[in-house]
């Protein structure tokens, strides 16, 4: 039934005040929020945190590429070069601020959180999500300054993926086991927690 999931607030979340705003958005689906810290991450955190191969790199290198084509712009890389681009501008993005890290915990959270952020571009994100509501940007905005997308929220996507961010980002002591009132109403069978 318990499942953790990692999220970053990233530098635009934090320059535009919306910390405690979206913390609100994750607590209220009932999550238990287990760590939390700020932090000014460096270059290798982040290479670490992104953890991208060969394979990745082309293959967003060569989207990359086709839109120049289209776009009638000169090609001056390697498609793998495109696809690093894209690593060090996020690099470049989450070091411009410090960065609010936090580890959530309940039934499938990772999805939860998952739907609530939204998808990566903003502007295709659902309204009700956080990037569908309190941001703007889109993929055609950042290829045009060419810069990464700013969507206010990273979430890790899968299971997994979550324990390796969370081991990557927080000692295992960082990670708070408690009993939260809450899960009385959530996960009690009988609801024997609050019978009166």
């Not at 990745?56 to 290198?61: C, D, I, P, R, S």
């Not at 295709?124 to 703007?136: A, K, N, Q």
């Not at 961010?165 to 069978?189: C, G, M, N, Q």
């Amino acid at each position: 039934m318990t499942e953790r999931t990692f999220v970053i607030l990233k530098p635009d979340t934090i320059q535009r005040s919306l910390i405690g705003e979206i913390i609100r958005r994750v607590e209220r689906t009932g999550l238990k929020l287990i760590g939390l810290k700020m932090v000014r991450a460096t270059e290798e955190q982040l290479i670490a945190h992104y953890n991208k191969d060969d394979t990745w790199l082309v293959a967003k290198g060569t989207q990359r590429v086709e839109k120049l084509k289209v776009a009638g712009k000169s090609i001056d890389k390697d498609p793998i070069e495109y696809g690093r681009d894209i690593i060090r501008g996020n690099v470049s993005f989450m070091t411009a601020s410090p960065l609010i890290l936090m580890a959530w915990e309940g039934n499938a959270a990772v999805g939860i959180v998952k739907k609530l952020v939204g998808v990566t571009e903003p502007l295709t994100s659902d309204v009700g999500t956080i990037r569908g509501d309190l941001t703007l940007d889109s993929y055609q905005l950042s290829d045009t300054e060419q810069r990464v997308i700013r969507n206010l929220v990273h979430c890790s996507d899968v299971p997994a993926e979550a324990e390796r961010e969370l081991a990557l980002w927080f000692k295992p002591e960082e990670l708070f086991t408690y009993r939260h009132i809450s899960e009385e109403i959530l996960y009690d069978v009988n609801l024997d927690g609050i019978r009166e």
